[in-house]
């Protein structure tokens, strides 16, 4: 740790949790369903009528429900947190819920109902261009991975090419472990690109690709790349973003040169696997095996809330990938924000009330937001570094 009077703000902060309900979908109103979900948006509460006893209550930071745009909960629940990912401190904004409630819907959205990843973008951007000076410079650096079955896939290379994690080492630029010294030469599929050792939350991923972004549309370019990487040459898609997690990345760096200092603010913009129980009957044992191994990653997530929740000495982050690429939203160094979906049928009943009981769980988690002013690895330290090198090597001449 390096020694000086910076200002550091560790003051505790739960994870915030907001339930967004989706609208009734065309098909199960066919159907006949009921709706079994009331919201109460003033309150946070969301009720649910119990046909067999007594109804359900749950209070949480904010419900909405499917009058509510993404627009809403962005301005009112996901603003705030992208303001102080640009002011320096980590962030995570994470959906949770069974298939088909609207994670997808709420994160990544359509052309139409723009979703919280692109309006964190324009959001970004426009705070730049607001605060273009002089005296201060921003890079921006997008990665976007996918999780399944305990493999992490870096969607922004060529044939999503497999990464791996490895834990923290304390001086990555002084000191790199060999397997990182030769990876900044390699290149990838898409561009403009930096392959390269990459710090995250207390882990590494020595491969993951970096992007550094110009502007919001870019960033949405390099989403939509992933997305069509994730996709390509798969025929069960929709199956496939169930079973799996997507998480972007963005790091903002900001330098300003009065004070020569860099703040660096990690985003971290996770639509999780579908939270359902996978169908065990008829299933093969191949079939099964993938099943708990899905299932792995979300009890992994469900035992880490339990354990920050109820204070537990041990908490098990490196029972999953998942759980250790999260490690620092949950119980660490970030403002975090859950958002729980969750769908009004009845024949939902059993998987939304187990989301919201989840979802009640992650409001006791407390985090540690810390300012990340100065940090050793900041790609603008490395390049002003670089350019320094390069203006001496000029001036020898
Ligand atoms: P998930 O990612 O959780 O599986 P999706 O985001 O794909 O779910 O949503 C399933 C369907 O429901 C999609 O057709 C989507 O457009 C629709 N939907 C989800 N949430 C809403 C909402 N709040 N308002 C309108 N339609 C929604
Ligand atoms: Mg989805």
Same mark, same amino acid.
């Given at each position: ?27 199960? %109103? ?25 109804? %359900? ?45 609207? %994670? ?67 001086? %990555? ?225």
């Amino acid at each position: 740790m390096e020694k000086s009077a910076r200002p550091r703000t560790a003051l505790n902060e739960c994870v915030k949790v907001v339930v967004r309900c989706r609208p009734l979908a065309e098909k199960e %109103k066919n159907e006949g369903f009921d709706e079994v979900v009331k919201v109460w948006p003033e309150r946070g509460g969301v009720q649910v009528y119990n046909p067999k006893g007594q109804d %359900k209550l749950f209070t949480y930071d904010a419900a909405y429900d499917c009058t509510a745009d993404t627009q809403t909960i962005y301005d009112e629940m996901v603003r705030p947190l992208v303001a102080s990912v640009l002011d320096g401190f980590n962030g995570c904004v994470f959906a949770y819920g069974q298939t088909g409630t609207g %994670k997808t819907h709420t994160m990544e959205g359509t052309p139409e109902h723009e979703g919280v990843i692109p309006r964190a973008f324009r959001h970004i951007w426009a705070h730049i261009e607001n605060s273009a000076s002089p005296d201060v410079t921003h890079l921006v650096s997008c990665s976007y991975i996918e999780l399944y079955l305990e493999d992490v896939r870096d969607l922004l290379s060529k044939d999503c090419k497999k990464l791996t994690i490895r834990g923290q080492y304390t001086s %990555k630029l002084q000191n790199p472990p060999p397997s990182l010294r030769h990876s900044t030469t390699r290149r990838t599929a898409l561009s403009p690109q930096r392959p390269q050792s990459t710090e995250l939350n207390g882990f590494y991923i020595p491969e993951m690709t970096s992007v550094v972004c110009k502007s919001a549309a870019e960033m949405v370019r390099i989403m939509k790349a992933g997305n069509r990487n994730r996709a390509s040459g798969r025929t069960d898609m929709n199956e496939h973003s169930s079973r799996s997690h997507a998480v972007f990345l963005v790091t903002v760096e900001t330098a300003h040169r009065k004070t020569n200092r860099i703040r660096v603010g990690k985003l971290n913009l996770v639509d999780l696997a579908g939270s359902e129980r996978q169908r065990k009957t008829g299933a093969s044992a191949e079939r099964l095996r993938e099943a708990s191994r899905i299932n792995q990653a979300l009890s992994s997530l469900g035992n880490v809330i339990s354990a920050l929740a109820e204070n537990s000495p041990h908490v098990p982050y490196r029972d999953s990938k998942l759980t250790r690429i999260l490690q620092d939203s949950l119980g660490g160094n970030s403002k975090t924000i859950m958002i729980a979906n969750i769908g009004p049928a009845s024949y939902n009943y059993d998987e939304t009330i187990t989301t919201l009981r989840y979802a009640h769980r992650a409001k006791a988690i407390k985090n540690k937001p810390v300012r990340n002013e100065d940090p050793k690895d900041a790609k603008l330290r490395e390049y002003q570094a670089e350019i320094e090198r390069l203006r001496a090597l000029i001036e020898q001449r």
